[in-house]
Antibody, heavy 123, light 107 residues
Framework: QVQLQQSGPGLVKPSETLSLTCTVS????????WGWIRQPAGKGLEFIGR??????????HYNPSLKSRATMSLDTSRNQFFLKLTSVTAADTAVYYC??????????????WGQGTLVTVSS | DIQMTQFPSSLSASVGDRVTITCRAS??????LNWYQQKPGRAPRVLIS???TLQGGVPSRFSGSGSETDFTLTINSLQPEDFAVYYC?????????FGQGTTVEIK
């Protein structure tokens, strides 16, 4: 059974870079798309991006609302994928989730999800 | 971006009730629509994909329908463990977008 374990600092200073890691066990990271989603306290879900790494190409999509501040990457040798979000502000304070994307031909869904990491942006 | 609007934003219901939640897309998304359930302090869990396909392990009292712009999630005979927040999500066009959520509360 695939499991996603998230790690990363829970507190980031304004203008700095948020960095999160999602470690996957029970499945190969190279076989799927992987995504990041966030949720401010008491609010709904916001898609951050999704990524797939093939030996010969990389496919990724980001939410334009993040204005190119987000960067995802994968390390297939360690079965990990990563999120970096630069120039953070208080508006980036949220619970961040990683998730595997299943399905195909557009009929995709996120399953399972990581446990979530609360990241607070504050000095 | 495709906007997803859910209504109602919240509802109160009793155990045994039939509950219907609506999700409307700002343009046709065919049936590229998923439903998730989220309980407090937990990550979301997928219930339904492709508008009407029940995911493994999801009770049969959950069902989904709809196409193009209008979709519904129905819970027949609401159970105590169903009190949660429900989200729809479109995967027709990137960026994927979610509805704002519908809270199902105990009456």
């Amino acid at each position: 059974q695939v499991q996603l374990q998230q790690s990363g600092p829970g507190l980031v200073k304004p203008s700095e870079t948020l960095s999160l890691t999602c470690t996957v066990s029970g499945d190969s990271i190279g076989d799927y798309y992987w995504g990041w989603i966030r949720q401010p306290a008491g609010k709904g879900l916001e898609f951050i991006g999704r990524m797939y790494v093939h030996p010969s190409y990389v496919d990724s999509h980001y939410n334009p609302s993040l204005k190119s501040r987000a960067t995802m990457s994968l390390d297939t040798s360690r079965n990990q994928f990563f999120l970096k979000l630069t120039s953070v502000t208080a508006a980036d304070t949220a619970v961040y989730y990683c998730a595997r994307e299943l399905g195909g031909a557009g009929f995709n869904w996120f399953d399972p999800w990581g446990q979530g990491t609360l990241v607070t942006v504050s000095s | 971006d495709i906007q997803m609007t859910q209504f109602p934003s919240s509802l109160s219901a009793s155990v045994g009730d039939r509950v219907t939640i609506t999700c409307r897309a700002s343009q046709s998304i065919m049936t590229y629509l998923n439903w998730y359930q989220q309980k407090p302090g937990r990550a979301p869990r997928v219930l339904i994909s492709a508008a009407s396909t029940l995911q493994g392990g999801v009770p049969s009292r959950f069902s989904g329908s709809g196409s193009e712009t209008d979709f519904t999630l129905t819970i027949n005979s609401l159970q105590p463990e169903d009190f949660a927040v429900y989200y729809c999500q479109q995967t027709y066009r990137a960026p994927w977008t979610f509805g704002q959520g519908t809270t199902v509360e105990i009456k």
